[in-house]
């Protein structure tokens, strides 16, 4: 039989009729030019694309980050307001971080919570829509022991739901978030905000589809040793009606309204009950070390203080008020005779 292939003449020949007809003609046309004249259409050079991103259909990306600047700046100024009222609520000191603000899909985030949890839908009018509000147990039991006067003792956390009247006990710190969530956003809307319902279990909720964009923005919350999330979730769809108004720089100056009448009340009236240290400072002086070792009780030790001088009377360590030292029925004590106004710019640098 003889053989298929191809000799290596018949290689070359070959080639080189390929070669010819690529190159172009004397005219300098192109061989497109003769395929069209055969009837064929030549096709446009294409160009490279140099800016190709990956999309994913599992995660839209569909809130601007103008926006979610928007958010960020909006829930700062949020979260320092709520942590003062509720200090004065809870009569201790409770510090509200802002922690993140990201975007992420609905079903994502009910994934990420516990069961149980303390899961509220929120109703914020006009905007469509639920928004969620999220406390983890970690810091929400702690608050339940601060509004029944304990708290003091780090106890370990119960995994459970909520009874009735800690739900009751809980509602005045969703009802005060509520109260600062509203002032937060008045320069962009004014929100009738309201709790439509409350679930221990998140996989029981149907709020978007699991594949609906949402904003989650999370505060941390610290009580003494106690620390916990706290969450507020915030659809795509919810935000949909106010793109502009986050896009806009009315929100900008949210950051700088003056604390309201009744956030100013609460904070006083802690204030009133609360302990804070008086030290009058008599007198100073400087003696060598080895003078210090030889102290013993009795000794007088000299000052270049006057007897008659007032005295310096320090609140928490700032100079407040010049006083006179003296007795008052058989106790050491002090008579206030001027306050100190402010120390001035150039002693603060």
């Known amino acids: 039989m003889a053989d298929d292939g191809l000799s290596q003449a018949e290689l070359e020949t070959l080639l080189n009729t390929v070669e010819s007809d690529a190159a172009p003609t004397a005219g300098g046309a192109e061989p497109a030019a003769a395929s069209s004249q055969r ?4 096709e446009p050079p294409q160009k490279p694309r140099d800016k190709i991103s990956p999309y994913d259909f599992k995660r839209p990306e569909r809130v601007t980050k103008e ?3 928007a958010l960020q700046v909006l829930h700062e100024g949020f979260g320092r307001n709520f942590g003062i009222a509720l200090s004065a609520l809870l009569r201790s000191v409770v510090e509200v971080k802002l922690t993140s603000v990201s975007q992420l899909t609905c079903g994502e985030f009910l994934l990420s919570l516990e069961n149980p949890t303390f899961f509220n839908l929120l109703r914020a009018r006009p905007l469509e829509g639920y928004l969620i509000l999220d406390i983890d147990p970690a810091i929400l039991y702690p608050i339940i022991e601060r509004l029944l006067g304990g708290g003091r003792e780090p106890g370990a956390v119960a995994r459970r739901p909520l009874t009735e009247i800690e739900l009751r006990l809980v509602s005045r710190i969703t009802g005060l978030f509520l109260q600062e969530l509203r002032r937060a956003w008045q320069n ?3 929100l009738e905000l309201s ?3 409350v679930e221990s279990d998140p996989r029981l909720v149907q709020v978007v589809p699991p594949g609906e964009a949402v904003a989650l ?3 941390e919350l610290t009580i003494n040793d106690a620390r916990g999330i706290m969450s507020l979730c915030i659809p795509r769809l919810a935000l949909r009606r106010i793109d502009d108004r986050l896009s806009g720089n009315a929100w900008a100056s949210h950051g700088q309204r003056p604390p309201s009448t009744q956030t100013v009340k609460q904070v006083s009236e802690s204030l009133h009950q609360s302990v ?3 030290v009058a400072h008599l007198a100073e002086t400087k003696i060598t070390t080895g003078d210090m070792f030889n102290l013993r ?4 030790i000299t000052t270049e203080k006057d007897v008659h001088s007032p005295v310096a009377v320090c609140l ?3 100079p407040k008020y010049r006083a006179h030292p003296g007795s008052f029925k058989g106790h050491k004590a002090i008579q206030i005779e001027e306050a100190l106004g402010p120390p001035p710019e150039s002693a603060k640098e």
């Open 276 to 278: 804070v240290e008086l």
């Open 316 to 318: 928490e360590g700032v």
């Open 67 to 69: 926006q979610m600047r």
């Open 195 to 197: 709790v439509d319902r």
């Open 39 to 42: 009837g064929g259409s030549a």
């Open 188 to 190: 962009v809307l004014e």
């Open 297 to 300: 009780v009795g000794d007088i």
């Open 217 to 219: 923005i999370r505060f």
